[in-house]
């Protein structure tokens, strides 16, 4: 008994993007704020700060007025 494995039962068809959906991206990527956008999320990660290490002692610059 032979047992074969028919790829197109199991892997969905690839279709090409719809005209609607090019109208969508185009829509998303071509917008006149996009630099505020750019510059906004820039400046919102610029104020975040990287946790500290677990090895580091996050209050090390203290120890000096202790």
């Given at each position: 008994m032979k047992s074969s494995i028919n790829l197109q039962m199991y892997a969905p068809s690839l279709n090409?993007?719809?005209q609607r959906d090019w109208k969508a991206l185009?829509?998303?990527?071509d917008r006149e704020?996009?630099?505020?956008?750019?510059?906004?999320?820039?400046s919102s990660?610029?104020?975040?700060t990287?946790?500290?290490c677990w090895e580091d002692d996050p209050f090390e610059?203290?120890?000096?007025?202790?």
């Open positions: 090409s993007l719809r185009i829509e998303l990527f704020d996009g630099d505020e956008i750019e510059a906004d999320i820039n990660l610029h104020l975040m990287p946790e500290p610059f203290l120890r000096e007025y202790l």
